[in-house]
């Protein structure tokens, strides 16, 4: 490397010319006004974010849906397998009272008894 000029790029001089030191943004009572490009950028951008995350969860719930409607066709065609065991323990165990008519194969229980302060004290110990 011969050459006279440096391998790294100059920084450009600050501040630059046309800068004012921010007076552009100064108003009436020496108060700072909003720019209205900056502040319409910021809200596209918050909309962006949000329209995304809108999205990822919509995505989220579509898979779950797909997923759930594949475990369960597995499970009507193959209740007898051991996934369907497994699907079945798992839907009994953790299927909320008001969920479980949407769910014709589980057994319906009676709501379990609220706990009482002598079942607490014993949880406790």
Do not use: C
């Not at 999205?55 to 369907?84: M, P, T």
């Not at 008894?113 to 110990?125: F, H, L, N, Q």
């Amino acid at each position: 490397m011969t050459s006279t000029e440096p391998a790294y790029e100059t920084m450009p001089a600050w501040p630059p010319s046309d800068w004012n030191g921010g007076r552009d943004q100064i108003g009436i009572g020496g108060r700072l006004r909003r720019n209205p490009h900056l502040a319409r950028a910021q809200r596209e951008l918050r909309l962006a974010r949000a329209a995304q995350q809108d999205q990822a969860r919509r995505d989220d719930a579509r898979r779950k849906i797909i997923a759930g409607a594949l475990a369960l066709e597995h499970f009507e065609k193959n209740a007898g397998s051991e996934f369907g065991k497994v699907m079945f323990r798992l839907l009994d165990e953790y299927t909320r009272m008001e969920d479980r008519k949407l769910f014709a194969f589980l057994p319906v229980r009676d709501a379990p008894p609220p706990a009482t302060e002598t079942d607490e004290a014993s949880k406790a110990a």
